[in-house]
């Protein structure tokens, strides 16, 4: 098993993560209960060494990802070559519970849940810990203070040295922030060219026809403002926008396609790098984490750090991919 590790202050692990995050959710072979195959441990080290080689250094997984395989996948690379656990951060997600004999599919940040999910998110990479764990989704029936010291212990036992979550909007975080003594470092949600939620609040505010924006008002100025980095999934927008096909997609799609590969072609770039670029250019300093398991495709991605869009082309893309002109 890779050695526990000294936990790497916050402030050097925000100055040395790569802009974008790998996740690991197409890995594993698929969300069945097939055993791993060889095929999908040497896929997983193809990703991998391409994913550190672009420079990406932090690989995104969940316990739930194609039902515990994308980790140990993962796990048997890092058994394969032990060099690599100490050339990247790995940040895991528990607490969501899939529907079982004891029922439904449900949250669960309970202390018994969530310490057994990192025991066995341990066992399955092979580590003796995390970098960041993120609570998955927000559970109605969390329990303040059993969460918070379930973290303080899991923090303690160098099982997990940052904590984060996901899909969270701002008031769940401060509620979770105000128990807990280490920061919240992350929260993942998804926000692409084709989720606008996340700019849309802002630009509606006090115009009654955002009223239906389904995305929490202020989630962004609050991470901003506490230093909870922004994860972007979804952040391709699963290609919609760089080479899938759009046959039978609204204009607005088409014609956002159509911007995309133009900028492509200005600054000599691969259409995901503009896709990605696009999330970059906020200050927020978004992190994308891409999906693809396309060994092109992540080297493509890793091109977004020379796109420097202008606030027109900014704009351009924003208003083409809402489908209408900014109020
Ligand atoms: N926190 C959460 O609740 C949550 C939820 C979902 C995902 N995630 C994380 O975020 C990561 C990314 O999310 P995601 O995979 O849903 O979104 P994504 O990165 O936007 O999309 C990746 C998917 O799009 C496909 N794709 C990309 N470009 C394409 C193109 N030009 N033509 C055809 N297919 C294309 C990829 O296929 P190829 O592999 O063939 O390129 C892959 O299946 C996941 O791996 C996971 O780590 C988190």
């Not at 959710?25 to 055993?35: A, D, E, I, R, T």
């Not at 799609?253 to 696009?278: F, H, I, M, N, R």
Request: hydrophobic share 40%.
């Amino acid at each position: 098993m890779n050695s526990k590790k000294k936990t790497i202050p916050l402030n050097q692990y925000l100055a040395d993560v790569s802009t974008l995050s790998y996740g690991c959710m197409g890995l594993g072979g698929g969300w069945n209960q097939n055993p791993v195959s060889r095929e999908n441990i040497n896929q997983a080290h193809q990703v991998v060494d391409t994913a550190l080689q672009a420079g990406i250094n932090l690989f995104d997984h969940a316990d739930i990802y194609t039902m515990g395989k994308a980790e140990k996948v993962f796990g048997q690379v890092l058994t394969e070559s032990p060099g690599l656990r100490e050339k990247m951060y790995i940040q895991s997600k528990c607490a969501i519970r899939p529907a079982d004999d004891s029922g439904p599919t449900r949250y669960d940040f309970s202390r018994q849940w969530v310490s057994s999910s990192v025991d066995n998110i341990l066992t399955r990479l092979n580590s003796e810990y995390i970098d960041i764990l993120l609570l998955h989704r927000p559970d109605p029936l969390m329990e303040l203070d059993e969460i918070a010291e379930t973290l303080y212990q899991l923090k303690n036992s160098g099982k997990v040295h940052h904590f984060g979550v996901s899909n969270m909007h701002q008031h769940q975080i401060a509620f979770l922030q105000s128990a807990l003594d280490a920061p919240i470092v992350t929260n993942q949600i998804e926000i692409s060219l084709d989720k606008l939620g996340w700019l849309e609040e802002g630009i509606m505010a006090g115009n009654p026809e955002g009223r239906d924006i389904n995305f929490s008002a202020g989630t962004l100025e609050y991470c901003r403002l506490n230093n909870v980095q922004i994860q972007a999934w979804g952040s391709l927008a699963r290609g919609l926008f760089s080479g899938r096909d759009t046959t039978g997609a609204s204009a607005a799609v088409k014609g956002t396609s159509l911007l995309v590969s133009k900028l492509a072609d200005k600054y000599q770039a691969p259409c995901e790098a503009v896709v990605l670029a696009w999330l970059m250019r906020h200050p927020a300093r978004v992190q994308p984490v891409i999906g693809t398991t396309n060994l092109d495709r992540i080297k493509a991605c890793c091109q977004a750090e020379l796109v420097n869009l202008t606030r027109e082309e900014w704009y351009s893309l924003y208003e083409s991919a809402r489908g209408q002109a900014l109020p």
